[in-house]
C-alpha cells in the first residue's frame, strides 16, 4: 500500500497557508520565521551562525531534491513532446489518406449478371433485417437509445477532439494532456522564418503570436493559468511556430484554448491510461475524481464532493423530522 513519506504529512496544511498570502514565498518566509522568533528560541537558543547554519542546511537538502525532480520533468516534458508530434503526424497522415481517397472518387467497375443479382438480393435482405430491428425498437425501445439521445444533446455545439485531445482549427491546431498543451501554428510566409520575423509573447493567462509588423494570428484569453517558467517555443521547418507549456492545474481538460475558440467535448477525450498506471493510488484516485467533477459540472450535474453534501443534509433531515427546513436556504 502507497505510504506517503513523513515530510509530506503537512503538505495539504502548508500548501492551505501559502495559498492565502498574496506575497507568496517571501511572505511565508517571513510567517515562518516570524514564529520562530516569537514562540521559540530557534535564534537565541543555540546562537545565531548554528541557526544560519540549519537553515541553508535545509536549503541545500531540499534543493538538491528539487533540482532533481525539475531535471526528472524536463524529461517528461520532452518525452510528452515527442509523443504528441507522433500522434499530430499520425493524424496528418490519416487526413492525406483521407483526402486523397476522396479526390480519386469511385472506380467504375463492370459486373456479370450473376455477381448484380447476388449484390441485389444482399441489398434486400440488409433493408428486411433494418426495417424489422427498427420496428421491434418502436416496440420495445432501449435505454441506451434514451442515453445516445441525451448524450447528443450534451455534446450539441461542440467539436469531437482531435487524436491529440485537442482540435484542428482553420488557423492553428493545438494537443493537449493532463499536463501540457501544444501549439502549432503555421505561418504562411514565402521566406524561411526566423525568431526577429516573429511576435510570441506567452503569459499566465494570454497568449499572442504573429509576424512582425503584421495582425497577430493568435491573440486572447487562455482557457486557464499556465506555468510560464516551463514554456517555450520553437521554429518548425522554417515555417511554423510550435508552443508548448505546462497547465497550472495539471488535474482538468481544456475544452478550448483560447477564448473565442470552438470548444471540444471533452467527455470524448481519451486520456493516457498508461500515463494513469504511473501514478500512486492515493494521487491517480484524486486525478480521477477531478476528471469526474469536470464532467459532471458540464452536465450541469453535482460534483463528488456537492453530492455528498447533500446526501449528509438529506440524512440530517430524515434523522429529525420535527424541525421544518421549508424556509432554510442551503448554499
Not at 430491428?133 to 450539441?156: G, I, L, R
Not at 492545474?249 to 470524448?268: A, F
Amino acid at each position: 500500500a502507497f505510504r506517503m513519506p513523513d515530510h509530506e504529512r503537512y503538505d495539504s496544511v502548508l500548501l492551505s497557508l501559502a495559498q492565502q498570502m498574496p506575497g507568496g514565498v517571501p511572505e511565508l518566509f517571513d510567517v515562518v520565521f516570524g514564529f520562530l522568533s516569537r514562540k521559540t528560541d530557534f535564534y537565541t537558543g543555540a546562537g545565531v551562525d548554528q541557526a544560519r547554519a540549519m537553515v541553508l542546511g535545509a536549503f541545500e537538502k531540499h534543493g538538491a531534491g528539487a533540482f532533481k525532480q525539475e531535471e526528472q520533468k524536463k524529461k517528461e516534458r520532452e518525452a510528452q513532446a515527442k509523443r504528441m508530434e507522433e500522434a499530430r503526424k499520425l493524424a496528418e497522415k490519416k487526413r492525406e489518406e483521407e483526402e486523397k481517397a476522396r479526390l480519386q472518387g469511385p472506380s467504375i467497375v463492370e459486373v456479370t449478371d450473376e455477381e448484380a443479382a447476388e449484390f441485389e438480393r444482399k441489398q434486400k435482405e440488409q433493408k428486411e433485417a433494418e426495417t424489422k430491428k427498427t420496428e421491434e425498437k418502436k416496440k420495445d425501445p432501449s435505454p441506451s437509445d434514451d442515453e445516445d439521445e441525451e448524450a447528443k444533446k450534451e455534446a450539441d455545439g461542440k467539436m469531437a477532439p482531435n487524436a491529440g485531445n485537442g482540435a484542428d482549427l482553420e488557423k492553428y491546431c493545438w494537443t493537449q494532456t493532463l499536463n501540457d498543451i501544444e501549439v502549432k501554428i503555421p505561418m504562411h510566409v514565402t521566406f524561411p522564418l526566423k525568431s526577429r520575423d516573429l511576435v510570441v509573447e506567452v503569459s499566465k493567462k494570454h497568449l499572442k503570436v504573429g509576424i512582425r509588423g503584421q495582425p497577430p494570428i493568435v491573440d486572447g484569453p487562455l482557457r486557464a493559468e499556465i506555468k510560464t517558467d516551463t514554456s517555450n517555443w520553437i521554429i518548425e521547418d522554417k515555417k511554423s511556430v510550435v508552443i508548448t507549456f505546462e497547465k497550472l492545474n495539471n488535474m482538468e481538460w481544456w475544452s478550448y484554448l483560447v477564448e473565442g475558440d470552438p470548444e471540444i467535448n471533452t467527455q470524448k477525450v481519451q486520456p493516457e491510461n498508461s500515463k494513469l498506471s504511473d501514478l500512486d493510488g492515493e494521487t491517480r484516485q484524486m486525478v480521477e475524481k477531478m476528471m469526474y467533477d469536470q464532467r459532471q459540472k458540464e452536465m450541469g450535474l453535482p460534483t463528488s464532493e456537492e453530492k455528498k453534501k447533500q446526501d449528509m443534509l438529506k440524512k440530517f433531515m430524515a434523522q429529525h423530522p420535527e424541525m421544518d427546513f421549508s424556509q432554510a436556504k442551503f448554499n
